[in-house]
């Protein structure tokens, strides 16, 4: 390190050299995947895989219309994956750009401010209120400084600082909020305490959401029956004598029949409309499948300052002796009031309330000034509370020249004492730790007037104070007195009362949480702040909470023991990162599928290991929201709770279209076996079936996958982690529908083979067309009738049936598509057997779903 034992700070060289040994103040950064990298991740999957082999098989039989065909759903499944994503991670660089910081140095004997990148070890810091510290530094010179390290270790207090302190050190990310310093830097970017947390989150290998995992099972699946199915029809048509070109495109066919290859595009389109959907509500995910994990979320661990809490400090309650007064309102905005029995009071209505009131905001440096609408705070944030409720309490602001002297706030005193010129006499004011105020008071503030501070009147207070104290609450003492020369004497003081102030629950987060209990969702506190008042807060929150546990009681138990703990209401308070990490572990071990918030650096680790990470936007590190998958735009909790309901909505959507798809599938494929076995010509040709899964039945299953949220979705518990896409009921229903479309559709070719093959093919397919057109009323729902979910709710539904039923009478009329897919004009008769057969796919299935309703409410 330079030398920099004089307050020159570092010259030029000197920066140089520096740099030169340790590099730039920024933490290591994970490549940023190119645009083509993430354009190719979207060619990933297995089915798509599939759908490319196909292409080219197709090319290779000449079959070009075919490999067209599936090459224009390959391509648009890869550019509407590929805009979504890179569409996240350009908002996140922009974010970035927003906050990048700056600090300010003494370098060749002047104040220099420098973006803080270029910090090296041995600048000088200068650092004042309101500054973002950019690099572990060594304290030179202090005022009464103290520092918010709630981005680091989550507690919600200012920790004083001191030359004098035993390791007198600041901290990367953490910042000033009252006093000044100058500090040498002893460390930068990775090798600070900020860095080193940030490297336990790139210890996280990456993951793979829930849906990921089904898809994939899922397409291995149909992948291999498809090409088992269509081998084995192959070689037995050729061991059977039928022409070998005939058989390889039949069995092309098949394979096209059975893998749905609208599939992933569906599944693409769905999340990112619903991604977009959720962008509307402030939360930005940053993988398509984000939001869809979060819905099957089983348990959310959240920290609490920044995320259930404003991270303000608010005045809640006042004592004194005669009186108990509440206080409304949160944060900063002095829009509340002040309250005893019912009845709001001002400074000028009491007046030992209106003493405490101007002690309060005269014995302080913090400010509060106003924009339009909002209010800001420069100071610290239990002194920014003070002066919010002497604003509540209509107390006029002192004059700066009335202040004659002043003994600030230590770590030491734990008191801040001013001479104060008023209209009348001269006093001293003092606030501090309730047990230090009341070392230099004789007497105690009453209606009457002052009196002698008794044994009694001191209990009382004592009292007071631990019952505030056992509730959360911060407690501030006040007094004030005559003084009897210039100087302050801290001495012969009266008692005014005591302040409880506490970083108060967000408004929005109680509902919040209470909508996640109902929906069977755990919400977990863990907090880097004390056990009484991470409780407290709980308590605000109606969270029911059976046990709590700091850091160092959860440092004692092994892992059998804390999967035990978890199955109770517990919460963590103290807490380091590796501890989080460790706890979002074990409820993973149990099957859990986690979601973590949080937004300061000590988060970052538990966002990166849990199934979901969710970030905050506005006060999160860039850290945090680099090590997520979701992004609260607006530091909103309740945002969660709508994330949830809409990734739950998309599985369900998910599954209502792979049913759907694989059930129209079903019904061609039967009709294709049967088909060959008996010996028939071929009931449809490979354009067709292309026609049929990736023009008709694609745009349906698109718009099946904007179906609202079903009523109850909410009321429901979360699905297990093991949740298969389709399932027993899937398979079974996809088998009925199938086997009645497939065997409809043969029968109607089969009696209108006689007049001709054109025809009958041309029926058949379009029979099978309408037939997976109406089947999709029977998929809106998987539960609930018609007239539950309302007939008319999907709009997109009706225009794409409409579209679709459009383009197949187009099919069968229009010279070019006549053309293209070898069909004829149709007559009345045969359109009369389509409606025919097609009437029970609509009444058959709501009847089913009207019973089972009225079975589940009978057995209730």
Not at 261 to 279: K, R
Not at 598 to 607: I, R, S, Y
Not at 769 to 796: D, M, Q, T, Y
Not at 812 to 827: R, S
Request: charged share 20%; glycine share 8%; with cysteine.
């Amino acid at each position: 390190m330079a030398d920099t034992d004089d307050r020159r700070g570092l010259t030029e060289a000197e920066v140089e050299q520096a740099r030169a040994q340790a590099g730039w103040n920024e933490l290591p950064q994970e490549p940023r995947a190119s645009a083509l990298a993430v354009f190719l991740r979207q060619f990933s999957s297995f089915l798509i895989l599939i759908l490319i082999l196909a292409a080219a098989v197709a090319l290779a039989l000449g079959e070009l219309l075919d490999a067209a065909t599936i090459g224009l759903v390959v391509g648009l499944n890869a550019v509407l994956g590929f805009v979504q994503e890179w569409k996240a991670e350009t908002a996140l660089a922009a974010l970035r750009q927003m906050l990048s910081p700056k600090a300010m140095v003494v370098r060749n004997g002047e104040e220099q401010i420098i973006p803080a990148r270029e910090i090296v070890p041995g600048d000088l810091l200068i650092l004042s209120p309101g500054i973002k510290i950019a690099a572990d530094a060594e304290l030179t010179l202090s005022t009464d400084l103290r520092t918010d390290e709630s981005i680091l270790t989550g507690e919600s207090i200012p920790v004083g600082k001191s030359v004098e302190d035993a390791e007198p050190f600041v901290f990367t990310g953490t910042s000033v909020v009252s006093g000044r310093a100058e500090a040498r830097v002893t460390a930068i970017g990775a090798q600070t305490e900020f860095g080193k947390i940030a490297g336990l989150t790139g210890a996280v290998g990456t993951k793979v959401t829930n849906l990921q995992k089904k898809l994939g099972q899922l397409a291995r699946q149909l992948g291999l029956a498809a090409l088992l199915v269509a081998a084995g029809v192959s070689l037995l048509g050729i061991t059977l004598g039928r022409d070998f070109i005939e058989m390889v495109m039949t069995g092309l066919s098949l394979s096209v029949a059975m893998v749905p290859e609208g599939l992933p595009a569906v599944v693409t389109i769905t999340l990112a409309l619903g991604a977009t959907a959720m962008a509307r509500q402030n939360a930005l995910a940053r993988r398509l499948q984000a939001v869809e994990t979060l819905g099957a979320a089983s348990v959310i661990c959240t920290d609490k300052t920044g995320t259930l809490t404003e991270n303000k400090m608010t005045a809640t309650r006042i004592w004194t002796a005669d009186r108990r007064y509440d206080v409304t309102g949160t944060g900063y905005d002095p829009a509340g009031h002040i309250e005893s029995e019912g009845i709001r009071l001002r400074a000028e209505d009491d007046p030992v309330l209106g003493a405490l009131l101007e002690t309060a905001i005269v014995c302080n440096h913090a400010r509060l000034s106003q924009s339009g609408t909002s209010w800001t705070m420069m100071g610290a944030p239990t002194e920014g509370a003070l002066v919010t409720l002497a604003y509540k309490g209509w107390c006029d602001p002192p004059g700066a020249q009335n202040l004659l002297a002043e003994i600030p706030f230590s770590s030491a005193r734990k008191r801040m004492s001013v001479l104060y010129k008023g209209a009348d006499r001269t006093r001293i004011l003092s606030k501090g730790a309730p047990e230090q105020i009341l070392e230099i008071c004789t007497n105690i503030m009453g209606e009457a007037g002052p009196g002698p501070l008794t044994p009694t009147d001191r209990a009382a207070i004592e009292a007071a104070y631990e019952e505030m104290a056992s509730q959360g609450l911060r407690v501030i003492a006040l007094a004030q007195g005559d003084a009897s020369t210039e100087q302050i004497i801290e001495e012969r003081l009266t008692f005014l009362g005591l302040v409880g102030l506490i970083d108060p629950p967000r408004q929005e987060v109680k509902a919040a949480v209470a909508s996640a209990r109902s929906a069977g969702i755990r919400v977990i506190m863990i907090t880097g702040d004390s056990p009484v008042t991470a409780r407290a807060i709980a308590e605000q929150l109606s969270m029911e909470v059976s046990a709590s546990l700091t850091g160092a009681e959860l440092d004692a138990l092994d892992d059998a023991q804390l999967t035990a703990l978890l199955a109770q209401e517990v919460l963590f308070a103290r807490t380091k990162p590796e501890q989080k990490m460790r706890i979002v572990a074990a409820l993973q071990s149990k099957g859990q599928i986690v979601a973590m918030t949080g937004d300061g650096v000590n988060d970052a680790p538990a966002l990166k290991k849990a199934d979901i990470g969710v970030a905050m936007g506005i006060r999160g590190t860039d850290v945090a929201r680099d090590a997520s998958d979701l992004v609260l735009l607006d530091d909103n909790f309740a945002t969660i709770v709508r994330a949830i309901g809409e990734g739950r909505r998309q599985f369900a959507n998910v599954r209502k279209f792979v049913r759907y798809l694989l059930s129209s599938n079903a019904g061609e494929v039967i009709a294709l076996v049967v088909n060959i076995a008996v010996g028939g010509p071929l009931i449809f040709l490979a354009t067709q079936i292309l026609w049929m899964n990736l023009v008709t039945d694609g745009v349906t299953a698109v718009a099946l996958g904007m179906e609202k949220s079903e009523p109850d979705t909410m009321q429901h518990p979360p699905r297990d982690k093991t949740t298969p896409i389709l399932g027993w009921s899937g398979i079974i229903t996809i088998l009925a529908l199938g086997l009645y479309t497939g065997g409809s559709s043969l029968w109607i070719f089969f009696q209108l083979l006689d007049q001709g093959v054109e025809l009958a093919r041309t029926t058949a397919f379009t029979a099978m067309v309408v037939f997976e057109k109406v089947s999709v009323f029977a998929f809106r729902s998987l539960r609930l009738p018609g007239h539950k979910i309302g007939w008319f709710s999907n709009p997109f539904l009706l225009i794409a049936l409409t579209a679709t039923l459009g383009m197949q009478v187009a099919a069968v009329y229009w010279a070019p598509l006549q053309a293209m897919l070898k069909t004829v004009p149709m007559g009345g008769t045969e359109w009369l057997w389509i409606a025919l057969f097609a009437l029970p796919i609509l009444i058959v299935p709501e009847l089913l779903k009207i019973s089972a309703a009225m079975a589940q409410r009978t057995t209730k």
